[in-house]
Nanobody, 118 residues
Framework: VQLQAFGGGLVQTGDSLRLSCATS????????LGWFRQAPGKERERVAS????????AYSNDAKGRFTISRDKDKKTLYLQMTSLKPEDTGVYYC????????????WGKGTQVTVSS
């Protein structure tokens, strides 16, 4: 499976931003998609994930209530709608795919930078 994230940018605290991830192909071991982020000097962490067929997303505690993950199967696109952004949300955001809904990390796309200014 191939993934390409885009839609990042520079925003201010409190703003909203939607990230997109174009997906193509699929292998038998892919059952979920997810968004991860890596802040400067920190390890990559899961933000949200969703089953390949769609449905309710699973979120990190920090993302819960502010971010929404969704998938448009016809457009083969994964989205991450982010609201009430904080400077701590700054980082490189990656979309990924894999077997495990809790942490789909078998395939990665290139990241997109999100910077939230205070």
């Amino acid at each position: 499976v191939q993934l390409q994230a885009f839609g990042g940018g520079l925003v201010q605290t409190g703003d909203s931003l939607r990230l997109s991830c174009a997906t193509s192909g699929r292998t038998k071991d892919v059952h979920a998609l997810g968004w991860f982020r890596q802040a400067p000097g920190k390890e990559r962490e899961r933000v949200a994930s969703i089953a390949w067929l769609g449905g309710v997303g699973a979120y990190s505690n920090d993302a819960k209530g502010r971010f929404t993950i969704s998938r448009d199967k016809d457009k083969k696109t994964l989205y991450l709608q982010m609201t009430s952004l904080k400077p701590e949300d700054t980082g490189v955001y990656y979309c990924a795919a894999g077997r495990n809904l809790a942490s789909p990390t078998d395939y990665w796309g290139k990241g997109t930078q999100v910077t939230v200014s205070s």
